[in-house]
């Protein structure tokens, strides 16, 4: 079944770290750029962040930026999100998705251009 799978959400404490991951069933990873998305409650679906296929150039939100790092393993068809000093404001469910394609710079990828999503997972930041 081509599936991206994700783990490691959950509830934290503000200044707390989390790392999720997503693993790709059914299809290689190596192919792809890669994104990491959110949505809060009420609010429109922000990209955080990408990492290209070749250059593996990476793009940060100016909210994370700094806190999270995108990072993946190909021999594992696995992506992660490094979470750092998470603030309240970073509560939301949190998507990875891929799009198909060799690219240096993912800067530009609209979120049209991703194929493949996350079921979500739920990050939490209260005290």
């Known amino acids: 079944q081509v599936q991206l799978v994700e783990s490691g959400g959950g509830l934290v404490q503000p200044g707390g770290s989390l790392k999720l991951s997503c693993t790709a069933s059914?299809?290689?990873?190596?192919?792809?750029?890669i994104g990491w998305f959110r949505q809060a409650p009420g609010k429109e679906r922000e990209e955080i962040s990408c990492?290209?296929?070749?250059?593996?150039?990476?793009v940060y939100a100016d909210s994370v930026k700094g806190r999270f790092t995108i990072s993946r393993d190909n021999d594992k068809d696995t992506m992660y999100l490094q979470m750092n000093s998470l603030k309240p404001e970073d509560t939301a469910t949190y998507y990875c998705?891929?799009?198909?394609?060799?690219?240096?710079?993912?800067?530009?990828?609209?979120?049209?251009?991703?194929?493949?999503w996350g079921q979500g997972t739920q990050v939490t930041v209260s005290s």
């Open positions: 998705a891929a799009s198909l394609g060799y690219r240096d710079y993912c800067a530009t990828l609209p979120t049209s251009a991703y194929q493949k």
């Open positions: 059914g299809f290689a990873l190596r192919y792809y750029t």
């Open positions: 990492l290209s296929t070749t250059k593996g150039s990476t």
